[in-house]
């Protein structure tokens, strides 16, 4: 036992080595110009920032539509399908309302994807299939996949029921609100809002887990300097 946990012990402080080193590097670049590799870096922080500040508008307007919309019965008030059927009323306006029902679509299974990537099947404190940026094995990575996959048609079902307005009388419609939700064993899953209540939970929840923990250069700025030293 005590050999087990000197491995864990040494895996761990090799990670935080490997991290350490990679947030070495991005402060004092190396290389024949390092200044284009700084400005790119801060342009890209920059980038980061702005990418933030559009998903939290996402995230705002999702969780608005989710409540007013499909949450309480009747809906207190269409929302976003008001917006994109009031759109809808000329050929370029159809257009543009597909682009903004497609940007929210992939908003959706994009906050998925992160939120399978960022948790990797994780155990206690340690994960399974952790996702790394030039060093992912290739079994976390079809894992992950595959958890991406099957989370597909869920998103697209959810999509279905917050947007149902705008699709109804369409083949998703058809098929996830008209047959799906009629499914032996699952009608009233869906008749009593189960998986939206549980959507909802999550997010919630991970947001009180987050505002708690703190960004990872807390956890990283609060480590002891021994760490390395064993």
Request: proline share 3%.
């Amino acid at each position: 036992r005590a050999f087990k946990n000197n491995v864990k012990d040494l895996n761990r402080q090799l990670v935080q080595l490997e991290e350490d080193e990679e947030t070495l590097i991005q402060s004092f670049p190396q290389g024949d110009d390092p200044d284009v590799t700084w400005t790119f870096l801060v342009i890209g922080y920059w980038f980061k920032l702005l990418f933030g500040i559009l998903g939290l508008i996402g995230s705002l307007l999702w969780i608005l539509q989710t409540v007013l919309y499909v949450m309480i019965s009747p809906p207190v008030s269409g929302f976003l399908n008001d917006l994109f059927i009031q759109l809808s009323g000329g050929a370029f306006g159809q257009f543009v309302a597909i682009i903004l029902f497609g940007a929210f679509s992939l908003y959706l299974l994009l906050c998925t994807m992160a939120g399978s990537f960022k948790l990797g099947v994780t155990f206690l404190w340690f994960s399974i299939y952790p996702m790394k940026a030039g060093a992912t094995l290739m079994s976390s990575m079809l894992f992950n996949c595959a958890v991406v996959l099957v989370a597909t048609p869920a998103v697209v079902s959810f999509c279905a029921v917050a947007f149902a307005g705008l699709a109804a009388g369409t083949a998703v419609s058809e098929i996830y609100i008209a047959q799906a939700q009629n499914l032996v064993g699952f009608r009233y899953l869906f008749d009593y809002n189960v998986f939206v209540y549980g959507l909802v939970a999550v997010f919630v929840l991970t947001c009180v887990y987050l505002l708690i923990r703190g960004p990872q250069y807390f956890k990283k700025k609060g480590r002891r300097e021994d760490a390395y030293k064993n």
